[in-house]
Nanobody, 115 residues
């Protein structure tokens, strides 16, 4: 069973930056893609960014040009650099990893952007 541990959330003013990290407990397992999702209060969970082991990164339109996803599959770790944060970015951010053994989710980390 793979566990994902996120860190880096917090409270920031609008226009500020945060960097989220997600590390998988198993470094030997082959992960095909690691993603970030978020869920704001009263809303459904939505896709934010994707970092595949091969291929190009993808972003939701709402974060393009502000967020950057990167990672290291030798460490099964992914990061999300969030710049120019807006109050509407406030949400719980979840790390997701898909491998041949399953689809895994982290516990989430809270990001709050004050206006």
């Amino acid at each position: 069973q793979v566990q994902l541990v996120e860190s880096g959330g917090g409270l920031v003013q609008a226009g500020g930056s945060l960097r989220l990290s997600c590390a998988a407990s198993e470094r030997s397992i082959r992960i095909n893609v690691m993603n970030w999702y978020r869920q704001a209060p009263g809303k459904q969970r939505e896709f934010v960014a994707s970092f595949p082991s091969s291929g190009t990164t993808m972003y939701a339109d709402s974060v393009k040009g502000r967020f950057t996803i990167s990672g290291d599959y030798a460490q099964n770790t992914v990061w999300l650099q969030m710049n120019s944060l807006k109050p509407e970015d406030t949400a719980v951010y979840y790390c997701n990893a898909i491998s041949y053994t399953g689809n895994y989710w982290g516990q989430g980390t809270q990001v709050t952007v004050s206006s």
